[in-house]
């Protein structure tokens, strides 16, 4: 098990302006010095600010765009990982959310770790032009950053707190400044489900030895909090996984009884595990749930390829686990009617069931739906590009902009 990230969420008003990205640098370097003695790997450190059309001063897109710039210049030299600039809250800006949402495709083309977002459903309400200006920002992504890599590092979401560890979808909601820490257990899992045992003792197995690490990560984060004034979130007890078999969130699931993921029973075993975390009594933030990455594992992404998995197919087990669609590849020419459309279903289950849901499309420029990704990236594994319907819902939307 390794700490995928250490995630601080800062206030820049609140902590002082042109120091708190190196104060954030301090004690994020402190943070990942302290868990690595304790024996934890940390993969990377992420700063994370309050919605930035919201900030003193960010009056315009343009604005945003050269924060984004400064911020990500600053970050480097402070040795932070990535960057979250938060989500264009649809409702709370009204008229200037569109603005904010054109500029986006600029904001990330022109950085490397920078990360935003665009919320499409809060408070039990859904943001029907949100979700078809994501749509947009998709389409343009896939078309205008190298293999379409940008929309990596963009997608929406609904109904998601604040100290969500995890990118892009993370946010600081403003005051004194939180960390969480996300979580990459996919491995431990897997050997709790490998032994044999009933779902009870599978459950009581993993709330010992998954509970007993994040204990372990609970007094070294008070311990943190209390020398820095800063307040710990909790952990995400979300498994995210790794391209490698045995860090895999497919595999746990076929370790629980799937024959392969994407089979009946799929949804079952997704709903098991989910219940599982959610009944453990541990300082908890973001979704801790169950999360299917189809590029960031590499069990799925075989799956996938093997043609067992689809969008609906993912959308479906959501309902009863984890953060929604990410990281699935689609053909390059994707209509972006179609890609507002998958973005809008994401946030009506959402909005239905009361639960954070992410939506992270990767169309891949010049890729047909079931050629093969060839991306070079640490963090992904390649696999086949899914199918889309070829039809959108213009006249819903239509109807949501009324």
């Not at 938060?86 to 800006?93: D, N, T």
């Not at 943190?224 to 498994?239: H, K, Q, R, S």
């Not at 709903?271 to 590029?295: C, H, N, Y």
Request: proline share 7%.
């Amino acid at each position: 098990m390794r700490i995928r990230s250490v995630a601080l969420g800062i206030d820049p008003a609140w902590l002082g302006g042109a120091n708190a990205v190196s104060r954030a640098g301090r004690f994020l370097r402190a943070a990942s010095a302290r868990f690595e003695a304790a024996g934890f790997e940390v993969q990377t450190t992420r700063l994370v600010l309050s919605p930035y059309p919201e900030l003193p001063g960010i009056g315009d897109p343009g604005a945003a765009v050269a924060l984004a710039r400064e911020l990500e210049a600053a970050s480097q030299s402070e040795e932070i990982g990535y960057v979250s600039l938060g989500p264009i809250r649809w409702r709370r800006l009204g008229d200037r959310a569109a603005a904010f949402a054109a500029a986006l495709p600029e904001l990330i083309a022109e950085t490397e770790i920078v990360s935003a977002t665009v919320e499409t459903a809060a408070a039990g309400e859904l943001a029907g032009p949100a979700a078809e200006a994501a749509g947009w920002v998709i389409a343009r992504l896939a078309r205008e950053t190298p293999n379409g890599f940008g929309n990596f590092r963009f997608s929406a979401i609904a109904e998601c707190p604040s100290n969500i560890p995890f990118f892009p979808s993370a946010y600081h909601d403003g005051g004194p400044p939180r960390f969480s820490l996300g979580i990459e257990a996919a491995d431990l899992a897997r050997g709790v489900f490998a032994r044999e045992g009933s779902f009870p003792e599978l459950e009581r197995r993993l709330a010992a030895e998954l509970g007993d690490v994040v204990r372990r990560l609970e007094a070294v984060a008070d311990e943190l909090g209390t020398e820095f004034g800063v307040g710990y979130a909790g952990a995400d007890l979300t498994p995210a996984p790794f391209p490698s078999d045995e860090i895999s969130a497919g595999g746990m699931l076929e370790d629980l009884g799937v024959d392969a993921v994407g089979a009946a029973g799929t949804l079952t075993a997704a709903a098991r595990f989910t219940r599982m975390l959610k009944t453990m009594p541990l300082i908890t933030a973001g979704f801790s749930g169950l999360m299917l990455p189809v590029l960031e594992d590499s069990v799925l992404a075989t799956r996938a390829s093997e043609g067992l998995l689809s969008w609906p197919e993912l959308l479906l087990y959501s309902a009863v686990c984890g953060t929604g669609l990410d990281t699935v590849p689609l053909p390059g020419d994707a209509d972006e009617v179609e890609l507002a459309g998958i973005v809008l279903d994401v946030a009506s289950l959402a909005v239905v069931l009361g639960k954070p849901l992410t939506c992270r499309l990767l169309p891949v420029p010049g890729k047909r739906a079931g050629e093969m990704t060839d991306y070079n990236f640490p963090y992904f594994a390649n696999a086949r590009v899914l199918p889309l319907k070829g039809r959108g819902s213009s006249r819903l939307f239509a109807r949501l902009r009324a």
